[in-house]
């Protein structure tokens, strides 16, 4: 009877082998199908995005093409000039009437107390332009550094 154990025992064995591999594979077949799920959902969110990057790349090449419109459209305008229709309407209505000149008795202090504009600069180097003030002092720094005598003020 022994034989018949024996043979019970592999016929356990075996089916119990089985049966974890069986497992095994189930458990990886899982494994990849939880994978394949992750790449779908990751491909389904990637071609969303890229339909949205899509239509923003069309709205900006319709916004290209209007501006390259426009752009066409002015430059045929000023090739062509000003027509004389064009300055009759741009050029201001005459006036019916002029206004009539205010007049304000006007203190000798208040006067004084607004600022007459002036075309004068604040300083006398302010006055000359910026390359004349750098050849100044570039060669006042020269003849410093050469022999100790600056050249006279231009």
Do not use: I
Request: net charge positive.
């Amino acid at each position: 009877m022994v034989k018949g154990d024996d043979q019970t025992d592999e016929v356990t064995a075996l089916l119990r082998r089985s049966a974890d591999e069986e497992r095994r594979l189930l458990k990886r077949e899982r494994r990849a199908e939880r994978e394949l799920d992750e790449r779908r959902e990751l491909l389904a969110r990637d071609q969303e995005r890229l339909k949205r990057a899509q239509a923003r790349l069309e709205r900006r090449r319709a916004g290209v093409t209007e501006a390259e419109t426009a752009l066409r459209e002015r430059q045929s305008a000023r090739a062509t000039g000003p027509a004389a229709t064009a300055v009759e309407e741009t050029s201001s209505p005459p006036m019916e009437s002029a206004p009539e000149p205010v007049t304000r008795s006007v203190t000798k202090s208040a006067t004084k107390s607004v600022a007459k504009p002036t075309t004068k600069p604040a300083t006398k180097s302010a006055a000359k332009p910026v390359a004349a003030r750098r050849r100044k002092a570039a060669t006042t720094s020269k003849a410093a550094a050469g022999n100790g005598v600056a050249l006279a003020d231009a």
